[in-house]
């Protein structure tokens, strides 16, 4: 495993970014309800990271990504987090409240960005 950012396509760099973006979403705030706010970590959304291991490994290996993997990574990332979300909604005296913070929004992002980074790298 080499890591030669420079080498790497756009795809290549938009996969590896997308992973830091994912980890570092990690250290946002996932659910902010008043004076409760909790980071991913403590909310155990690593989990989530899971979907970058296949994509990274390839780039990093420097072997062709399977584009449809690559995308089913990228979906259930983005699935993941919309269902986290979903789960942070409650009702509170009669009114809808939803308690995630900023942190799954990030994820989603980096989730998309796998998407193209996938994309990107499959056409070199």
């Known amino acids: 495993m080499k890591f030669n950012f420079n080498s790497w396509n756009l795809g290549g760099k938009s996969i590896f970014i997308s992973a830091c973006l994912a980890i570092v979403s990690l250290f946002f705030n996932w659910v902010e309800f008043s004076f409760i706010s909790q980071n991913g970590i ?23 990504l399977n584009q449809i993997i690559g995308y089913i990574c990228a979906v259930i990332g983005v699935i993941c987090g919309i269902a986290y979300i979903n789960a942070k909604s409650t009702t509170l005296f009669g009114t809808t409240i939803n308690a995630s913070g900023t942190g799954p929004y990030i994820f989603i992002v980096a989730c998309i960005l796998l998407a193209f980074g996938t994309y990107k790298y499959a056409r070199k």
């Open 42 to 64: 403590e909310q155990d959304a690593y989990l989530f990271l899971a979907v970058f291991i296949y994509p990274v490994l390839v780039l990093l290996q420097e072997k062709p």
